[in-house]
């Protein structure tokens, strides 16, 4: 248990279909992340808050749209998803974006797009 | 661009040798680095870091070396066990690499 917690654990979609992920910290972190997990691919960062601000926005495509209400809730609003988005979508936490962090993972939210 | 990564996707050992996963980066300016460790269905979980100030630290069963001059660091596994298997990534920290996945034979 990293206390990062993400739902749902497994997510089946349509391209016309809306859906969220969320994803919970309970460490007292400041600063919270999506990347995505593909397959023979290393992780990719897409978002980065930081304080409830995004710092960061990885050329991702608009159909990702990220929200973070306060420090310990970060979604992933997907809409129009297309195939090649299948993959496991990590939320990550840390107590800054700077100096020396390490990162703590939930256990992500497989994703398949039909 | 910068980028993190791996000289091999897969690690066979022995259970009991130890393991050593190399991985290079390309930023010369880079100074911190963390290893995560991944195992099936979980996400990754941080194993040990190093600051450039630094060329070796170790942990439980773990160390880690840095080559500023040649931009590579390894992690070294001491008496590899059965649940050491899974997917070992270095990071830099938000740029990862490709991973290597580690079997460990019994």
């Known amino acids: 248990e990293t206390g990062v917690t993400q739902t749902p654990r497994h997510l089946v979609m349509g391209m016309t279909n809306k859906k969220s992920l969320k994803c919970e910290q309970h460490?007292?972190?400041?600063?919270m992340y999506w990347y995505k997990q593909s397959a023979k691919k290393p992780l990719e960062l897409m978002f980065v808050?930081?304080?409830?601000?995004?710092?960061e926005n990885n050329s991702v495509p608009s159909r990702f749209s990220p929200e973070c209400p306060n420090s310990s809730h970060l979604f992933l609003h997907l809409h129009t998803l297309q195939p090649e988005d299948s993959a496991l979508y990590l939320c990550?936490?840390?107590?800054?974006?700077?100096?020396?962090?390490?990162?703590?993972f939930g256990p992500g939210t497989r994703l398949t797009v039909l | 661009g910068e980028s993190v990564g791996l000289h091999l996707p897969t690690l066979s050992v022995q259970e009991g040798d130890n393991s050593i996963i190399n991985c290079a980066y390309s930023?010369?300016?880079?100074?911190?680095f963390i290893w995560y460790k991944q195992e099936s269905g979980k996400g990754p979980q941080f194993i040990i870091d190093?600051?450039?100030?630094?060329d070796k630290r170790q942990g439980q069963r773990v160390t880690v070396l840095l080559n500023k001059t040649v931009k590579h660091l390894s992690l070294q596994i001491a008496a590899t066990q059965p649940g050491d298997s899974a997917v070992y990534f270095c990071?830099?920290?938000?740029?990862f690499g490709a991973g290597t996945r580690l079997f460990v034979k019994a």
């Open positions: 990550a936490s840390s107590q800054g974006t700077r100096d020396y962090n390490e990162q703590f």
């Open positions: 460490l007292g972190h400041n600063a």
């Open positions: 808050y930081s304080l409830e601000e995004r710092v």
């Open positions: 930023n010369s300016a880079s100074d911190y």
């Open positions: 190093i600051r450039s100030n630094m």
């Open positions: 990071a830099e920290p938000l740029i």
